[in-house]
């Protein structure tokens, strides 16, 4: 088992800036893949982020990139979002996921956190 646990969400006007951290525990070794998905109301969870723990390899979607960056420090053993130049439509919920592989589908993370909602005001 891995526990997920995001922290640093919250509300922001457009333009700015926030950072969230995503620290696991647990069986974590079984899981190197490390990723950031969101959900709007009324809208699909969708990928923003991931990052191979071994050798930092990343993937972003093309929304965000340029504006996001996704970082790890493995001694903390966590994972951070680095969100700049929000905009109104980066609102959401964002969850901090584990998996195996690097991709950008749900089904390739099997681990989830609870969220934390990040709002951008205009």
């Known amino acids: 088992q891995v526990q997920l646990a995001e922290s640093g969400g919250g509300l922001v006007q457009a333009g700015g800036s926030l950072r969230l951290s995503c620290a696991a525990s647990?069986?974590?070794?079984?899981?190197?893949?490390r990723g950031w998905f969101r959900q709007a109301p009324g809208k699909e969870r969708e990928f923003v982020a991931a990052?191979?723990?071994?050798?930092?390899?990343?993937m972003y979607a093309d929304s965000v990139k340029g504006r996001f960056t996704i970082s790890k420090d493995n001694a903390e053993n966590t994972v951070y979002l680095q969100m700049n130049s929000l905009k109104p439509e980066d609102t959401a919920v964002y969850y901090c996921?584990?998996?195996?592989?690097?991709?950008?589908?749900?089904?390739?993370?099997?681990?989830w956190g609870q969220g934390t909602q990040v709002t951008v005001s205009s």
């Open positions: 990052i191979r723990w071994s050798v930092s390899s990343t």
């Open positions: 996921a584990a998996g195996a592989r690097l991709g950008l589908r749900k089904d390739d993370y099997d681990y």
């Open positions: 647990g069986r974590t070794f079984s899981r190197s893949v």
